[in-house]
Nanobody, 116 residues
Framework: QVQLVESGGGLVQAGGSLRLSCAASGSTFSIDRMGWSRQALGKQRELVAVIRSGGTINYADSVKGRFTISEDRAKNTVYLQMNSLKPEDTAVYYC??????????WGQGTQVTVSS
């Protein structure tokens, strides 16, 4: 069983930056991918960024050029550096981990609020 613990959310003004962290513990062998999704109030959860075991990275179009996902495999930790934040980035951000096709674990969520 895998547990994910997130940190780094908060309140920031538009144009500011935040860095989210997600540490995985438990059965972390054979991780296929880790990433971040977000859910704004009244909206569906959407994929923000994902990094795969082979190094492939994908971003949502809305965050390309502003967000950067990275990982520290030795620490089983994934990061999301968010720059040039916009009010529309306001959401609860969830870390996830997958071994196979489906997501195997979600973090508890961390609130990111961007004020205009």
């Amino acid at each position: 069983q895998v547990q994910l613990v997130e940190s780094g959310g908060g309140l920031v003004q538009a144009g500011g930056s935040l860095r989210l962290s997600c540490a995985a513990s438990g059965s972390t062998f054979s991780i296929d991918r880790m990433g971040w999704s977000r859910q704004a109030l009244g909206k569906q959860r959407e994929l923000v960024a994902v990094i795969r075991s082979g190094g492939t990275i994908n971003y949502a179009d809305s965050v390309k050029g502003r967000f950067t996902i990275s990982e520290d495999r030795a620490k089983n930790t994934v990061y999301l550096q968010m720059n040039s934040l916009k009010p529309e980035d306001t959401a609860v951000y969830y870390c996830f981990l997958a071994v196979g096709g489906a997501v195997d674990a979600w973090g508890q969520g961390t609130q990111v609020t961007v004020s205009s």
